[in-house]
């Protein structure tokens, strides 16, 4: 059984950082390409970070040089480090794993900006 949780999320002041955390059982992620999304209320879920089995990166202009994806595959884990958050980072954060159809979702974790 696939299941990806996602944790390291909570309320954070405008400006400041958070570290979300994808733990992956039941795949080796590491041959998956990982990616954080996110999702407001109304809106489309909203891909914010990539990272393929190659080890290429990509982000959106709406995070880039503030976000950065990770990956430490002795513990099957990705990270999304957040820093300078702003309040229209507000939204509930959500993990996925993908190799060709084969796609997964976690749980997603709610990150809140605001002062």
């Known amino acids: 059984q696939v299941q990806l949780v996602e944790s390291g999320g909570g309320l954070v002041q405008p400006g400041g950082s958070l570290r979300l955390s994808c733990a992956a059982s039941?795949?080796?992620?590491?041959?998956?390409?990982m990616a954080w999304y996110r999702q407001t209320p109304g809106k489309q879920r909203e891909l914010v970070a990539t990272s393929t089995r190659g080890g290429s990166t990509n982000y959106p202009n709406s995070v880039k040089g503030r976000f950065t994806i990770s990956r430490d595959n002795a513990k099957n884990t990705v990270y999304l480090q957040m820093n300078g958050l702003k309040p229209e980072d507000t939204a509930i954060y959500y993990c996925n794993a993908q190799l060709g159809p084969k796609g997964y979702w976690g749980q997603g974790t709610q990150v809140t900006v605001s002062s």
């Open positions: 039941g795949i080796i992620s590491s041959r998956y390409t």
